[in-house]
């Protein structure tokens, strides 16, 4: 196979340990935009169904994720641990949802930044690091 | 439509609420600092591949003329007990960034601006970007060795910022001093949007 890139080390295909071998696009086969909604960089995600080996179509970044989303981490999070963009995650966690294996939390809407008890919640929690 | 985050999901997690910050100034002025000084990890990285949006070209027929630009992003995770997370997240402070900014700005409690006074002019974008679009906004006064130290005043001044807009010294390398600014802010934030105690922001152009 050969690669589009003009980038020499991008067409080195290396194995699992060494590296990405696959360009981002390629993990989300082509698509840019997840199947559903807004997905923030701070956007929680959970996994809700660890049990992923009985599913077809999913790649090994997908297993990665509900591994990784045991314990809730943001879009960013799962991004920087990957070493994916974050624009990639957002498609693959997409698949992860539509399937029911993890749960998102929607990222709050400018206007819930006007819930009083959430500024108290962060001052205080703040006050006490 | 929501069926993967159906009843039967909702009601076995409960996931925080995120909340995010942002620590804005220009390159080198101490953005990445303060969030690893603060942030229970040390900063971490992630990459967006945004679409310039600044051209007015149609969606449908100019694909190609579109420019995609990857922006890396430092970014810091605060848990606040179980109902919270705070993320930090250093934001590109050049001004052709601004459609970074337009995408990290939306539901943002408020942002930190690091000033670093032997660069002033650097932080200027940021100020115009958060007066405008009306986010709450602190200027936090990065204290460089052998930098010389000026009077909040002067700093105000110089940035044209209103009496409402605080303006604290801090060190970005101390976690007590990172700490302190954004409770600065968030004080801010709260005193803005709940009270109107402080000023209306200047509507947008």
């Known amino acids: 196979m050969t690669s589009l890139s003009d980038d020499p080390a991008e067409e080195q295909w290396l194995d699992d340990e060494a590296g990405r071998i696959v360009r981002p696009y390629v993990m989300t086969r082509g698509r840019t935009q997840p199947s559903r909604g807004q997905i923030d960089l701070i956007t929680l995600v959970v996994t809700t169904n660890p049990v992923t080996s009985g599913e077809v179509g999913l790649g090994p970044e997908h297993h990665t994720i509900v591994r990784l989303c045991e314990r809730p981490l943001s879009v960013a999070e799962i991004a920087a641990s990957l070493d994916l963009p974050a624009g990639t995650v957002r498609v693959l966690l997409g698949d992860l949802v539509d399937r029911g294996l993890v749960a998102i939390q929607e990222p709050a809407q400018e206007i819930n930044v006007l819930d009083l008890e959430t500024y108290k919640a962060v001052l205080n929690g703040l006050r006490t690091l | ?205």
């Open chain 2, 1 to 205: 439509m929501d069926s993967g985050r159906s009843d039967r999901d909702a009601g076995r997690v409960k996931l925080p609420t995120a909340i995010k910050i942002l620590v804005a100034g220009g390159f080198g002025a101490g953005k990445t600092t303060m969030v690893g000084s603060v942030s229970e990890t040390r900063p971490l990285r992630t990459e967006e591949l945004l679409t310039d949006r600044g051209t007015d070209v149609d969606d449908l027929s100019g694909v190609e003329a579109k420019k995609t630009t990857t922006v890396a992003m430092d970014f810091g995770r605060i848990s606040i007990g179980d109902t919270h997370v705070l993320y930090l997240f250093g934001t590109p402070g050049q001004r052709r960034f601004w459609f970074v900014w337009d995408e990290l700005a939306l539901g943002a409690m408020g942002a930190v601006v690091i000033a670093d006074t032997r660069r002033l002019a650097d932080c200027f974008p940021s100020v115009d970007y958060f007066e405008r679009r009306g986010t709450p906004f602190v200027v936090a006064v990065n204290c460089f060795e052998g930098a010389r130290r000026y009077d909040l005043d002067e700093i105000r001044l110089a940035l044209d910022l209103g009496v409402d807009i605080p303006v604290v010294l801090c060190d970005a390398r101390m976690r007590e001093s990172s700490k302190n600014v954004l409770l600065t802010l968030v004080q801010h934030a709260m005193d803005t949007r709940l009270t109107g105690t402080a000023a209306a922001p200047s509507a947008a152009p």
